[in-house]
């Protein structure tokens, strides 16, 4: 599907939200925690799609926030307004939609992405929903405004540049806050640190993982996961989230 | 008009010489929401062995200049699971089917095969001799003439229908490989398979993949696979298949030229699955462009000064 970017606006100097509309027609239907694999435009040094998350999306718009991490990031961060992109969307399950209680998003650095409309879409459904997010430093933390706007939101930064100082899994919300359910979106040993958490405290936790990815689409089993249930199993067909009960670590 | 229609002898006939590659398509299945599935030639699905095997560790792949690398293993659920729930699904596509074969001894090979034999869709088998032989030290079958006529002649006993074998291009002189494949009684091969490649995180100073090296395929290959195609089409008698690299219809018919009676679509599937349909039209018109009323017009017809 061809989209047409609106509007990119730089979120400090590593960061890059896009906003775009399909070329013709509607936004499908999308699920928070799906995510799109996006052809680089004029890219010399890239050859394949890069997967990003759906940031937020409705029936005529959608967000796509970027970290800048390579040749294609950067390519992306730096597009001019009005240019096309080629996207394949949307791709993978998104995250659990039937969770009730007090339900805790956990993201780091540009994870933070689909928990926004994660965030969001529970909000409508009635959810309890808080927000624990973390970062190396204040930039790096990012439509705080945003997060803020859909529920309560605590923030780590590990210099202390804002909030509580350290990583996520230090926060007292994660380590004795009433938690039914936690959906994590971030680095890997992130990930699979609050895994552990939850674990421990015996909490039911989801987490969106970004294993490599050639075709996104399930037809080269490039990025797999094992699983205790079905050993290797795609990452972007049954991912890129998974609960926990369903992986190895 | 324009005839695109392509005998590749012994069954094979397909509606025109555009192939899904094995491993690039999942079971084609996983392309049905971009394409027609039955405007294709023929798909060679996922590589399917006699057990089930869970394939390499990750990371398995990454993206190198114009093109990948990737150390998937060969990762499949046996040939019983694809007999009896993976074919049901397919059976009924309107395109030619074929099975891509991979083992680690000649015995592995001929059982697939024989497990095969009551699906009647399956027009084809694809022997992948690109794999190790676990008997003899681990060297693939397809980078020494008698192991890869071993496994032919072997596999020729059991299947009677179209019988090609997938030639890897790790060997010094590929046409001695093909010549003897033909002489073990194959009806076609089809080439290349993946490159042996590695690329190294210098930061990290590791590995990407985690098998330290994997197999290169995209664009980056194309002209060694279009050279070797153009090698092998003037060695043997029996057709070529030509892949390694294609991207666009453009890429087809460069392979086309050089001798392929056919070609396959592969890594390009993952930038824009739509490539195998595109290229269908773009030879079409490309034949009539040129006054090619049929695939032997096209097949082969590079001008040498
Ligand atoms: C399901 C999923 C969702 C993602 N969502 C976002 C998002 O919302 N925002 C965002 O900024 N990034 C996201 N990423 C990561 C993003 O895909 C990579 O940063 C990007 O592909 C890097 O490409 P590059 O050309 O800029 O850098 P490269 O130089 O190609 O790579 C830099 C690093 O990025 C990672 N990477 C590279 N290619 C891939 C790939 N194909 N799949 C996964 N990781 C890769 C590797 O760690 C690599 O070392 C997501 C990844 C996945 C799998
Ligand atoms: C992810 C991946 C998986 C593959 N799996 C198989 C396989 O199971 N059997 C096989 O014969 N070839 C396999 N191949 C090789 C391709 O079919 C093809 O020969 C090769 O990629 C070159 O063509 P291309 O450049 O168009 O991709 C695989 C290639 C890739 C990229
Ligand atoms: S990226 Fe190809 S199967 Fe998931």
């Known amino acids: ?249 | 008009m324009v005839d695109l229609s392509v005998d590749l002898g012994n069954g094979l006939r397909m509606k025109n010489p555009v192939m899904l590659a094995s491993g690039t398509c999942g079971y084609g299945e996983e392309l049905a929401d971009f394409i027609d599935l039955s405007s294709l030639g023929g798909i060679s699905v996922k590589g399917t062995t006699l057990h089930a095997r869970q394939g390499n560790a990750s990371p398995r792949m990454v993206e190198t200049p114009s093109g990948m690398l990737n150390a998937v293993g060969l990762q499949n659920k046996g040939v019983d699971y694809f007999v009896e729930n993976i074919y049901p699904r397919i059976a009924s596509l309107d395109t030619s089917l074929v099975v891509n074969v991979s083992g680690s001894s000649v015995d592995d090979y001929v059982a697939v095969c024989d497990r095969l034999r009551p699906l009647d869709r399956i027009a084809a088998v694809e022997i992948n001799i690109s794999c190790p032989n676990v008997k003899q030290g681990g060297m693939s079958f397809g980078t020494d003439p008698s192991m890869a006529a071993a496994v032919v002649v072997a596999a020729r006993q059991i299947w009677s229908r179209h019988l090609m074998v997938k030639l890897t291009p790790n060997v010094t002189d590929i046409t001695l490989i093909a010549r003897a494949v033909e002489e073990a009684g194959a009806d076609s091969v089809s080439l290349t398979n993946t490159f042996l490649g590695m690329a190294i995180d210098v930061e990290r100073q590791r590995p990407y993949l985690s098998t330290i090296t994997g197999g290169l395929s995209g664009a980056a290959i194309r002209p060694i696979a279009v050279r070797m195609v153009w090698q092998v089409s003037q060695a043997v008698r029996i057709p070529v298949v030509g892949l390694g690299g294609i991207t666009c219809g453009r890429d087809a018919v460069e392979f086309l030229l050089a001798g392929a009676s056919a070609v396959q679509i592969g890594t390009a599937n993952f930038i824009d699955p739509t490539t195998s349909v595109k290229a269908i039209a773009y030879i079409e018109d490309y034949m009539e462009r040129h006054n090619m009323a049929d695939m032997s017009a096209i097949t082969g017809a590079m001008k040498t000064p």
């Open chain 1, 1 to 249: 599907m061809d989209f047409k970017v609106r509007e990119v606006v730089p979120h400090g100097r590593n960061y890059a939200l896009l906003r775009m509309m399909p070329v013709k027609g509607e936004m499908p239907e999308v699920e928070p925690g799906q995510f799109v694999q996006v052809e680089i435009p004029n890219s010399k040094s890239t050859y394949l799609r890069r997967p990003i998350s759906i940031n937020w999306a409705d029936r005529r718009e959608m967000w796509l926030l970027v970290r800048r991490a390579g040749a294609g990031t950067n390519a992306l961060c730096d597009l001019p307004e009005g240019s096309r992109l080629s996207i394949i969307l949307p791709l993978g399950r998104g995250f659990d939609l039937s969770v009730r209680g007090n339900v805790l998003l956990v993201g780091g650095g540009v994870g933070t992405a689909p928990l926004l409309m994660l965030g969001k879409r529970l909000v409508t459904l009635g959810v309890d929903v808080k927000f624990l997010l973390g970062a190396r430093t204040t930039s790096d933390l990012l439509q705080l405004e945003l997060f803020k706007q859909t529920g309560e939101t605590r923030v780590t930064t590990e210099d202390g540049s804002m909030g509580h100082r350290g990583l996520v899994t230090d926060h007292p919300l994660l380590t004795d806050g009433e938690i039914d359910h936690i959906a994590c979106c971030g680095p890997l040993p992130m990930m699979k640190a609050v895994a552990a958490i939850a674990r421990s405290r015996g909490i039911s936790c989801e987490v969106s993982l970004e294993n490599m990815m050639a075709c996104g689409i399930g037809a080269c089993l490039c990025c797999v996961e094992d699983t205790v249930d079905a050993g290797n199993v795609c990452v972007c067909k049954e991912g890129p989230v998974f609960n926990i009960k369903r992986l190895k670590w």
